[in-house]
């Protein structure tokens, strides 16, 4: 096996060898009829994912078989999934954050945040509090440039070469505010608590700007700083005409207040107010809701990008365009962007989108719109020019990418509430079956390989609330089950 090469994001595995015996040859399944697979769903999934990997960008395998698998932007299995896995270490708890060089986790449990080492989960430090969640982002000055972190957000997410000190922003479970923790030792540097209505908080250049409406209805924000504890400026705003979805975006030295109806922009160093709006911010539809646009870089510098509103339950008012690099629209369909976020670009030349409840996948050509063809699978995997997913039977199968044929069929095998798998490139592992057993299939063939049959996360929880398999940065893969994670590796 050879050695991580953090300098260029990626995993080299020395795995040249023939596949086991354990993996025969081609196999060939029927296609079922489809299953309801929610955008939300599918794009939690995908975010977890993100949480624990933001800045790794492929992992390349030596050996002619193997492949190189941008995932979602997440490192990927650094060993091979041919064999086994063992439990490095488990905790009740989730991991929130995870630090720039990928060393450390932040764990949330019921009664503290802890900081653990990411390869031996032993715990760097502890403190005790009920936290909801905690984000990551440089401390004041580390940028030298105002940087949010929304609670959202994945870990380390805006920070760059060169950043030493951390800042832990952790929400109180109870939702009255917010703790700023240095990251490194785990100390409170400040403490907010929120006193305006539909509050949330930011780190911005290392500094905690809360976001809320005051008791008149007028839109509120203060910069706390994390250096005296005490507020460096507090605005009081035009009245708002919703409570719902008060926001803040930081653009260099300005922050940007928006609210259903209208919007604000401060000046990030002072506090003044630089502008204020009562039009509508331009990702919000006339009636005030939130229009979420995901966009896509697809072949030949186009861009796919889906359009939807909270709420929405009509298939006719979701839309995904494709956008040439000169601004016009090449052609538009009905549905959501389907994105394995395991996907090693071999199927690059087409457009994948599903409908609300993402029943199958109708793919398109890129170039001309035209639908090359449908499917009912769910896809979780594009590797090697086939689809890996589920249906709405429970089945995983495999379809050809340029066809849509189905390759292989897996009837009935998976776990209620689970949808991630990873993957080493020859090998897919997922959750399967009632008793939540690992298991580590063939993706030629769809046969097992191995399988772990004991439950390694608690059954009735798991089942309940899901389970979510995602690989860290060191290429470790993690098992979330309800409020348990396992860390799983050699």
Known sequence: MGGSRDDLVEVVLDDTRE???????????????????????????????????VGAV???????TMQTLPVAGVSGVSVSLAAP?????????????????????????HDAVEARDAATGAVRWSAPGRAG???????????????????????????????????????????SGVEALDAA????????????????AYLVDGDVVVVGVDDALHATVTRWSTATGEPTWDVVGPVVDSLEGIGARADGSRIAVEWSGGSMEVDAATGAILSVSDEPPADRSPAGQLIGERRVALPGGSDAVEQSSPGTQRLDSL????????????????????????????????????DLMGSGTRAYDVRTGSEVWASAVSPVAAVDGRMVGWDDANDLLAVDASTGEVLWMQKDVRARNSWSVVSDGRRLL????????????????????????????????????????????????????GYQTVVLGR
């Open 19 to 53: 596949p086991d015996a354990s993996e025969p040859g081609n196999g060939r399944g029927q296609r079922r009829s489809r299953r309801p697979w929610s955008p939300r769903r599918r794009r939690a999934v995908t975010a977890v994912g993100l949480a624990l990997a």
């Open 58 to 64: 492929a992992v390349r395998w030596d050996g002619a």
């Open 85 to 109: 896995l063992h439990v490095l270490w488990q905790v009740a708890g989730r991991i929130t954050a995870t630090t720039p060089d990928g060393s450390g986790v932040l764990v949330v449990t």
């Open 133 to 175: 969640w905690c984000s990551l982002g440089p401390g004041e000055g580390a940028s030298g440039q105002a940087g949010a972190t929304d609670p959202g957000t994945t870990a380390g997410q805006g920070t760059t070469a060169g950043q030493d000190r951390q800042i832990a922003l952790c929400a109180l479970q109870d939702g």
């Open 185 to 200: 030792t785990g100390r409170t540097l400040l403490t907010v608590d929120y006193q305006a209505q539909a509050a949330s």
């Open 319 to 354: 839309r995904v365009r494709v956008v040439r690099p000169d601004g016009s629209v090449a052609f538009t369909v009905p549905g959501v962007l389907a994105t394995p976020p395991i996907d090693d670009g071999s199927v690059s030349g087409l457009l994948l989108v599903q």
């Open 430 to 481: 997922s959750v399967e079956g009632a008793t939540l057993s690992l298991v580590a299939r063939s993706l030629e063939t769809g046969e097992v390989v191995w399988s772990v049959a004991q439950a390694l996360v608690e059954p009735t929880d798991a089942a309940a609330y899901g389970t979510e398999l995602t690989v860290d940065r060191a290429g470790h893969v993690v098992l979330y089950g």
